[in-house]
């Protein structure tokens, strides 16, 4: 549609020649992404000084500054319709102490698990003692409630005060039709639903009115070593629900694979025959006839810590009022138990590089002509490490309407092997954005690839996910794998590399070896992609059958 100003002056101007009709910019028009820039803003958020980020530390202090500055610099306007570059998020942090292990008892008999060893404990409860005191523990298989798989593991069992022991991810179906594939319409197949996510156990927990609820940890399903839930044994923080959490589980943890087993062996089960039948509609709760005994204590602190925010306004003047929003999490882990006699968790990779990378997007959007008609925010969120806090925050207290949020980009670590022939999309096929995706790597002569890990379920493991959850379509670019003049194996191999020694550890700090020309294609696509959103004639949406296009239906209705 053409603004009645500027009809009036192309009628004035028709004896001239009439401007060409605007082409959308090609990938190659669009500016570049800087990998100088990027490294140098890694560098200064990874630095010991900033103390891996922790939310309401020094670092964070550092870090909400050094973006604002940045912002600044890159002609950015303050994102926060009051006028500032924040939006403060109330968080509470508890620290548990004192943990006693976790004593099961079963007749006579009873056997103890050491915390943090053994048994992972935390409470999300807002108060300063935490107990389980002679529990009753039940098996509950997967810990799933789902009406539209015809899915219930609890079948009516009422678990109030007990404390449930259950399996990590959804339930593995297996397909009628090929015993050895997994049902692809049951739970995802491979795929991990929400289902699957620790997140959503500890809330079916909490609706129940279970008082303990331990995940059994095994590494492929969980996408994770043990290390990294060990690590969930720190502070932790929250949003402060008016109850104050207190409608949670007591206890919130995770077993070791080993505990559980010697824990099933001691009430006369074997755990992995329980574990098979848990993947069948059939399964029915298993009491372990023993007591669960546990407690701690916990100090708190109120925290307001902060999503910083920074806006480029649209050029049209009524598309202005519509949004496309990038989103990175600043925090990481802070200091922490020492690896190497290492304790900070500088968190180079794990987010300060996906949050240099929308730096340079900001930069590059200040120098695009025509600027884009649509306003784009840029967000970059506090408290991801402990459980998607801030993104959580701003999706229920959204400082623009979601209703005119066209989408959501996501980066969450970026591709730091160099350049790539394809990219990875984590829930490929979920919307629209997919094709404006394609088109955009298509000019980059690359290639969209699905996750090859959708059991590990990484698209409910990022600040886009709960944007998805409130309908807005939400993108969530992964590196590529494919890496242009290396062996096919190169990719996984680096990945592997990457989780199992640098994931949420502290040296997971700038390498040597780092080379981020494929980061700053994977860039260059990401701002096509937000640009050309800006600048389209519709709103892109879920596809068909997408779990999060109801609540996007609905939200557009209105
Ligand atoms: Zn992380």
């Given at each position: 549609m053409i603004r009645r100003s500027l009809l009036l002056a192309l009628t004035v101007t028709a004896a001239c020649s009439a401007p060409p009709p605007a082409k959308p910019?090609?990938?190659?028009?669009?500016?570049?992404?800087?990998?100088?820039?990027?490294?140098?803003?890694?560098?200064?958020?990874?630095?010991?000084?900033?103390?891996?980020?922790?939310?309401?530390?020094?670092?964070?202090?550092?870090?909400v500054s050094y973006l604002i500055d940045q912002f600044?610099?890159?002609?950015?306007?303050?994102?926060?319709?009051?006028?500032?570059?924040?939006?403060?998020v109330p968080l509470?942090?508890?620290?548990?102490?004192?943990?006693?292990?976790?004593?099961?008892?079963?007749?006579?008999?009873?056997?103890?698990?050491?915390?943090?060893?053994?048994?992972?404990?935390?409470?999300?409860?807002?108060?300063?003692?935490?107990?389980?005191?002679?529990?009753?523990?039940?098996?509950?298989?997967?810990?799933?409630?789902?009406p539209e798989f015809q899915w219930d593991d609890f079948k009516g069992l009422d678990v109030k005060g007990k404390t449930l022991v259950v399996l990590v991810n959804d339930p593995p179906v297996a397909d009628a039709a090929a015993p050895d594939g997994l049902d692809a319409k049951t739970f995802g197949g491979k795929a991990m639903?929400?289902?699957?996510?620790?997140?959503?156990?500890?809330?079916?927990?909490?609706?129940?009115?279970?008082?303990?609820?331990?995940?059994?940890?095994?590494?492929?399903?969980?996408?994770?070593?043990?290390?990294?839930?060990?690590?969930?044994?720190?502070?932790?923080?929250?949003?402060?629900?008016?109850?104050?959490?207190?409608?949670?589980?007591?206890?919130?943890?995770?077993?070791?694979?080993?505990?559980?087993?010697?824990l099933f062996k001691a009430s006369g089960l074997d755990y992995q025959k329980l574990k098979a039948q848990a993947a069948t509609r059939d399964f029915k709760p298993v009491p372990l006839g023993a007591t669960a005994t546990m407690s701690f204590t916990q100090t708190m602190r109120t925290v307001d810590s902060q999503n910083v925010i920074g806006r480029i306004t649209g050029s049209d003047p009524a598309l202005k009022n519509e949004?496309?929003?990038?989103?990175?999490?600043?925090?990481?882990?802070?200091?922490?138990?020492?690896?190497?006699?290492?304790?900070?968790?500088?968190?180079?990779?794990?987010?300060?590089?996906?949050?240099?990378?929308?730096?340079?997007?900001?930069?590059?959007?200040?120098?695009?002509?025509?600027?884009?008609?649509?306003?784009?925010?840029?967000?970059?969120?506090?408290?991801?490490?402990?459980?998607?806090?801030?993104?959580?925050?701003?999706?229920?207290?959204?400082l623009y309407p979601l209703n005119k949020t066209l989408a959501n980009i996501n980066v969450d670590g970026v591709n730091q092997w160099g350049r790539t022939k394809d990219l990875t999309v984590i829930g490929l096929g979920a919307s629209d954005l997919d094709e404006y995706a394609r088109a955009a790597a298509a000019e980059q002569g690359r290639e969209l690839r699905p996750?090859?890990?959708?059991?590990?379920?990484?698209?409910?493991?990022?600040?886009?996910?709960?944007?998805?959850?409130?309908?807005?379509?939400?993108?969530?670019?992964?590196?590529?794998?494919?890496?242009?003049?290396?062996?096919?194996?190169?990719?996984?191999?680096?990945?592997?590399?990457?989780?199992?020694r640098d994931y949420h550890a502290p040296s997971d700090v700038i390498k040597a070896d780092w080379d981020l020309s494929g980061a700053a294609e994977d860039g260059r696509l990401l701002l096509a992609i937000g640009y050309r959103v800006a600048n389209a004639d519709t709103y892109p949406s879920w596809k068909p059958g997408n779990e999060f296009k109801a609540a996007r239906d609905k939200m557009l209705q209105k």
């Open positions: 910019l090609t990938v190659a028009e669009l500016p570049a992404i800087n990998t100088e820039a990027m490294l140098a803003d890694i560098r200064k958020l990874s630095s010991d000084e900033f103390g891996g980020r922790a939310p309401g530390s020094k670092g964070e202090e550092l870090t600044k610099a890159a002609g950015a306007e303050p994102g926060n319709p009051d006028g500032t570059w924040t939006q403060k509470v942090g508890i620290t548990p102490s004192a943990l006693s292990p976790l004593v099961v008892k079963k007749g006579g008999q009873s056997q103890s698990f050491k915390p943090n060893e053994q048994v992972v404990a935390f409470s999300q409860r807002v108060t300063d003692a935490i107990s389980l005191a002679d529990s009753e523990m039940v098996f509950v298989g997967y810990g799933v409630q789902a639903t929400y289902y699957g996510r620790w997140t959503y156990k500890y809330e079916k927990a909490a609706e129940l009115g279970a008082a303990g609820i331990f995940i059994v940890h095994e590494t492929v399903p969980a996408g994770y070593p043990f290390s990294v839930v060990q690590g969930f044994g720190g502070q932790r923080f929250d949003l402060v629900t008016p109850d104050k959490n207190m409608g949670r589980a007591a206890v919130q943890g995770w077993l070791s694979l080993d505990a559980a087993t010697s949004y496309v929003v990038y989103t990175a999490h600043w925090d990481h882990l802070g200091v922490g138990q020492p690896v190497n006699g290492d304790n900070i968790y500088n968190g180079a990779l794990d987010n300060a590089s996906g949050v240099s990378l929308v730096l340079e997007i900001v930069r590059a959007f200040k120098k695009v002509k025509p600027a884009p008609k649509r306003t784009l925010l840029f967000l970059m969120v506090s408290a991801e490490e402990q459980g998607l806090l801030g993104s959580r925050y701003y999706a229920d207290f959204p996750d090859a890990e959708p059991e590990k379920g990484f698209y409910y493991r990022s600040d886009h996910f709960n944007f998805a959850l409130k309908g807005v379509p939400a993108f969530d670019p992964d590196s590529g794998i494919d890496f242009i003049g290396k062996p096919a194996a190169y990719g996984k191999e680096k990945r592997d590399e990457y989780t199992s």
